[in-house]
T-cell receptor
Framework: DTGVSQNPRHKITKRGQNVTFRCDPI?????LYWYRQTLGQGPEFLTY????????KSRLLSDRFSAERPKGSFSTLEIQRTEQGDSAMYLC?????????????FGSGTQLSVL | GQSLEQPSEVTAVEGAIVQINCTYQ??????LSWYQQHDGGAPTFLSY????GLEETGRFSSFLSRSDSYGYLLLQELQMKDSASYFC???????????????FGSGTRLSIRP
C-alpha cells in the first residue's frame, strides 16, 4: 500500500492556460474523489467516480473543469482557461466500496497558483 | 443548501480535554466522520459515527445525535502534536447510491498551549 499519489505537487500557470492533474489511488479502491481546498476552509467536493463511472459532479463546478478515470484506475482533472480564482489545493481521495463506514484516504494534493 | 457548522478556532492546554462540535443541515444523512489535517498535510481519517452514541478510539471519541443533527469530537490528554485543523464530514446519500458524496465542514483550528 503506497497510498494515494498526486502529481504534480505544485503547478504555477498563467491565466488562460489549461492544466491537468493526475491522481493514482490505492490500487484496490474503486471509489475516487476530487476536492478543492483553499486556505482556512474545508475540502470542497468537486466530483466522484466509482470505478470508471463519474457518478456525481458538483453543481458549483463550471464547464471548464473536467475529470476522467479511464479503466477505473488513475484519474485526471483538467481545468481549461484557468482563472485566478482557481488557485487552490486540489485533493484526491480514494476509498474501498462500503455501504456504511467509508474512510477516505487523501493524497498530498496539487497546489495550483494561477498568475 | 447543505451546511456543516463548526467553531473556527479552539485553544486548549496540554493535558486537558477539548470538545469540537459540529451541527449539520444536509439533504440526507448517512454518517458523520471526522478528519485531522496538519498544516501542509493531507486530511487523515479519525472516526466515524453511523448510529447515535459514542465511539471511542484511544484518546479520541466521537458522538452523534441524529435527532439533533449534532455531533462532536472529544480529544483527551491533549498533546502538542494534536495542534491541527479538524473537519467534520457528512455523507448525504446511501453508500450504494450513485449520487452519494461526502461534504466537509469548514474546519476547527485547534491550538494547544503548554
Amino acid at each position: 500500500d503506497t497510498g494515494v499519489s498526486q502529481n504534480p505537487r505544485h503547478k504555477i500557470t498563467k491565466r488562460g492556460q489549461n492544466v491537468t492533474f493526475r491522481c493514482d489511488p490505492i490500487s484496490e479502491h474503486n471509489r475516487l474523489y476530487w476536492y478543492r481546498q483553499t486556505l482556512g476552509q474545508g475540502p470542497e467536493f468537486l466530483t466522484y467516480f466509482q470505478n470508471e463511472a463519474q457518478l456525481e459532479k458538483s453543481r458549483l463546478l463550471s464547464d471548464r473543469f473536467s475529470a476522467e478515470r479511464p479503466k477505473g484506475s488513475f484519474s485526471t482533472l483538467e481545468i481549461q482557461r484557468t482563472e485566478q480564482g482557481d488557485s487552490a489545493m486540489y485533493l484526491c481521495a480514494s476509498s474501498p466500496y462500503s455501504t456504511t463506514n467509508e474512510k477516505l484516504f487523501f493524497g498530498s494534493g496539487t497546489q495550483l497558483s494561477v498568475l | 443548501g447543505q451546511s456543516l457548522e463548526q467553531p473556527s478556532e479552539v485553544t486548549a492546554v496540554e493535558g486537558a480535554i477539548v470538545q469540537i462540535n459540529c451541527t449539520y443541515q444536509t439533504s440526507g444523512f448517512y454518517g458523520l466522520s471526522w478528519y485531522q489535517q496538519h498544516d501542509g498535510g493531507a486530511p487523515t481519517f479519525l472516526s466515524y459515527n453511523g448510529l447515535d452514541g459514542l465511539e471511542e478510539t484511544g484518546r479520541f471519541s466521537s458522538f452523534l445525535s441524529r435527532s439533533d443533527s449534532y455531533g462532536y469530537l472529544l480529544l483527551q490528554e491533549l498533546q502538542m502534536k494534536d495542534s491541527a485543523s479538524y473537519f467534520c464530514a457528512v455523507r448525504d446519500s446511501p453508500g450504494y447510491s450513485s449520487a452519494s458524496k461526502i461534504i466537509f465542514g469548514s474546519g476547527t483550528r485547534l491550538s494547544i498551549r503548554p
